[in-house]
């Protein structure tokens, strides 16, 4: 072919890949357009920096570059942080990664020392390296925020002292309980994520840095002092599982999921609750939206995206449990596929904390709505029931007895009170526990849902959250 392929990336404006030397043209754009991964992994560059300052101190400890060399790397190494901060950076068609670019740049401006960065090292462990950095500290921001809204639930729990509302099962109104309970049993589901990050970060917690492309090295890298120099609690025992794995972004995006559906269900509770037709909460404006055609509109918004953007997440971890299926060890391009859907995960997770714990933080709950729909004379067809178990009745007479009363209370003549009140093994202190209030406090069992157990259960969720941050902290 003679003269310039336009298809072709223009070395000379464009720069080298980092692996012309075996090939004898350049690549095709479309090959570029196709397989880079800048336009997303760019946002790792403070991750691929700090591992490239450990690779090159573990370079210079064992003796493969001396200490001016290192030194020289190091200097570029800043100046490149610099640039990529202040977004002065400048990429080129051929930086097809983040790493690709980071080594370019160091080697522009240190010369031979630049080229001695990638010694020993690959791409494979590279970036599989920068992806656990990225994991470690996400992970803990999303944890942290957890922590936040469980703070808010907690304190609207606090601030609604003996409100209560139906409990309901298949979203029928089944049994009244404190608000307090409702608001701390989203509060105990989200802990158990912040363990789930916790514990996920355990396997997170590991360096690639030495495995290479996927066999190690005959040069005497040091990865243990990498992984220690990293924060890493433990360096890699495998160099082909290092490279060749991705459960723990699996895992990761699994504990990102369930966060998003966690979301996903306030939001639904919220939209069902801010209806007129329940009437049990109002959103303050400034986490409301309104309509563009009808006036009178305040739409919960953020609830709708909470429980909409879950199955997004949702598809970021199938999507990318898809993409692990299948592939042979070590390294595979398609691992390349981690990074958006792990990122997406984490954006859409990381904003949707943001906005549903300022929603429930400046929520208006309406007790007097959520109590006089608890107080519906059937919600304490249970406590009529176990009256007559206390009583000797068997607990299955005594259903069929109360499931009567409210079979003909339900034709619209008499109240269940009066029936109960004139039901021979009934009577007037049974009908008491139809009273407005009564059947609540009357939950008294550990973890139940009446003021007894909920003060109690209050104390050991204050105690749970200073557990959870004592663990964050550590
Ligand atoms: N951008 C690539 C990734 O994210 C870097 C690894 C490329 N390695 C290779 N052997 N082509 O996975």
């Known amino acids: 072919m003679s003269g310039p392929d336009p298809h072709q990336v223009d070395a000379g404006q464009g720069g080298q890949t980092l692996w012309h030397g075996r090939f004898e043209g350049g690549p095709a754009a479309e090959l570029m357009a196709y397989t880079e991964s800048l336009s997303f992994d760019k946002r790792l560059w403070p991750d691929d920096i700090e591992g490239s300052r450990a690779h090159v101190r573990g370079l210079a400890r064992v003796g493969i570059i001396s200490e001016i060399e290192r030194d020289q790397v190091l200097i570029?190494?800043?100046?490149?942080?610099?640039?990529?901060e202040s977004g002065l950076f400048v990429y080129l068609a051929s930086d097809e990664d983040i790493h690709t670019a980071v080594e370019r740049r160091v080697t522009e401006l240190a010369g031979p020392a630049g080229a001695k960065l990638h010694t020993g090292r690959s791409r494979n462990d590279q970036s599989a390296t920068d992806v656990r950095l990225w994991c470690k500290r996400e992970l803990m921001v999303i944890a942290r925020r957890v922590l936040e809204l469980q703070r808010v639930l907690l304190r609207r729990a606090e601030d609604h002292e003996g409100v209560y509302l139906p409990g309901?099962?298949?979203l029928q109104r089944a049994q009244p309980v404190l608000l307090a309970h409702h608001l701390m049993a989203h509060g105990w589901a989200l802990g158990r994520e912040i363990d789930r990050i916790l514990d996920a970060l355990e396997r997170i917690d590991v360096s690639p840095l030495g495995a290479g492309a996927l066999a190690g090295s005959s040069l005497p890298l040091d990865p243990d002092g990498n992984a220690a120099d990293?924060?890493?609690?433990?360096?890699?025992?495998?160099s082909l599982d290092a490279v060749g794995s991705r459960d723990h972004v699996a895992e990761a995006l699994?504990?990102?999921?369930?966060i998003a559906i966690d979301l996903s269900r306030i939001g639904e509770e919220v939209v069902l609750w801010t209806t007129d037709e329940f009437g049990f909460a109002k959103l303050d404006d400034a986490y409301a939206t309104g309509s563009s055609m009808l006036p009178q509109k305040k739409n919960p918004d953020i609830a709708e995206l909470a429980r909409g953007k879950a199955g997004r997440v949702i598809g970021d971890l199938t999507g990318f449990l898809a993409t692990m299926k299948g592939l042979p060890l070590s390294y595979n391009r398609d691992y390349q596929e981690d990074k958006e859907p792990l990122f997406d995960a984490a954006d859409q997770v990381r904003l949707a904390l943001g906005a549903v714990t300022g929603m429930l933080?400046?929520?208006?709950?309406v007790p007097e709505r959520m109590q006089s729909a608890a107080d519906a004379e059937s919600t304490a067809a249970t406590d009529l029931a176990e009256w007559l178990v206390q009583r000797g009745t068997p607990f299955r007479d005594a259903h069929a007895i109360v499931g009567?009363?409210?079979?003909?209370?339900?034709?619209?003549?008499?109240?269940?009170?009066?029936?109960?009140?004139?039901?021979?093994?009934?009577?007037?202190?049974?009908?008491?526990l139809v009273a407005p209030g009564v059947s609540v406090r009357r939950r008294v069992t550990p973890g139940g849902a009446g003021p007894v157990p909920v003060a109690d259960q209050m104390v050991r969720f204050r105690a749970e959250l200073e557990r959870l941050a004592e663990a964050l902290d550590a």
Do not use: C, K, W
Request: hydrophobic share 50%; no cysteine.
């Open 76 to 84: 570029a190494l800043d100046v490149v942080a610099n640039e990529m």
């Open 168 to 170: 309901y099962t298949h």
């Open 230 to 238: 990293l924060g890493f609690a433990r360096r890699f025992e495998n």
């Open 254 to 258: 699994f504990v990102l999921t369930l």
């Open 361 to 365: 933080a400046t929520i208006t709950f």
């Open 404 to 432: 009567a009363l409210v079979r003909t209370a339900l034709q619209g003549e008499r109240s269940l009170r009066a029936l109960v009140e004139e039901h021979p093994e009934l009577g007037p202190d049974a009908a008491a």
